[in-house]
C-alpha cells in the first residue's frame, strides 16, 4: 500500500505568478483533501475532491482552485500568487467521510 | 480561518512524564483524530475517535471522545524525546466531510 505523496517538495515564487502543486492519493482512497498550513498555525482547509467533482470548499477566494483525475490523483493550482500565500500544501487522502490521511507537503514560498 | 481550541499552547515535560492535553469546540462533531506533526513535515495521524464518550488506545498514548461531543482528550504516558513535536486535533461536524483543525500543541521533552 502506497502512502500519500506531493509534488513538489519546495517551490520558490514571486508575486502574481500561478502554481500548481500535485497529490497521489494512498491507494484505494477517492477522495482528497487540500489544506494551506502558516508557519506557527494548524492546517486551514482549502477544498475536498471527491469522484473528480469539488465537494466542499474552506474561506478561499477563487484563485485557490483544483482538479481531480480519474485516478484520484489531485492538483491545487493558485493564480495570481500574493505573499500571504507563503505556506505549507498538505494533501490528503480518505475514503468518503471516512479519516484522512496526510501527504508529507509542498512548502511554497512566495517572494 | 476557524480553528479549534487547544490547551495547552506548549509544555516542557522531564522524560517518562506523562503529557495531558484537550481539545474544544463550540460545535459537536462526528469524528475526532488526533495528528503529530513534525517540523517540515505532513501530520501524521495518532488516534481516530467515532463516538461519544469512545476511549482509544495506541501504544503510550490514549484519546476520549467527549460525552459532550465537543471536546476531545490526548493522555501520553511515559514520555520519551521522541515524543516531541506539535500535536493537532481535527474534527468533522455532522452533514460535512471538512476536517477543522486545533491550534496545535507543541510538546517538548527534557531527557
Known amino acids: 500500500e502506497t502512502g500519500v505523496t506531493q509534488s513538489p517538495t519546495h517551490l520558490i515564487k514571486t508575486r502574481g505568478q500561478q502554481v500548481t502543486l500535485r497529490c497521489s492519493s494512498q491507494s484505494g482512497h477517492n477522495t482528497v483533501s487540500w489544506y494551506q498550513q502558516a508557519l506557527g498555525q494548524g492546517p486551514q482547509f482549502i477544498f475536498q475532491?471527491?469522484?473528480?467533482?469539488?465537494?466542499g470548499r474552506g474561506n478561499f477566494p477563487p484563485r485557490f482552485s483544483g482538479l481531480q483525475f480519474p485516478n484520484y490523483s489531485s492538483e491545487l493550482n493558485v493564480n495570481a500568487l500574493e505573499l500571504d500565500d507563503s505556506a505549507l500544501y498538505l494533501c490528503a487522502s480518505s475514503s468518503r467521510g471516512e479519516t484522512q490521511y496526510f501527504g508529507p507537503g509542498t512548502r511554497l514560498l512566495v517572494l | 480561518g476557524q480553528q479549534l481550541n487547544q490547551s495547552p499552547q506548549s509544555m516542557f515535560i522531564q522524560e517518562g512524564e506523562d503529557v495531558s492535553m484537550n481539545c474544544t469546540s463550540s460545535?459537536?462533531?462526528?469524528?475526532w483524530l488526533w495528528y503529530k506533526q513534525d517540523p517540515g513535515e505532513g501530520p501524521v495521524l495518532l488516534i481516530a475517535?467515532?463516538?461519544?464518550?469512545e476511549l482509544t488506545s495506541n501504544g503510550r498514548l490514549t484519546a476520549q471522545f467527549g460525552i459532550t461531543r465537543k471536546d476531545s482528550f490526548l493522555n501520553i504516558s511515559a514520555s520519551i524525546p521522541s515524543d516531541v513535536g506539535i500535536y493537532f486535533c481535527a474534527g468533522q461536524g455532522p452533514g460535512t466531510y471538512k476536517y477543522i483543525f486545533g491550534t496545535g500543541t507543541r510538546l517538548k521533552v527534557l531527557a
Open positions: 475517535l467515532y463516538k461519544a464518550g
Open positions: 460545535s459537536i462533531f462526528n469524528t
Open positions: 475532491y471527491y469522484r473528480e467533482e469539488e465537494n
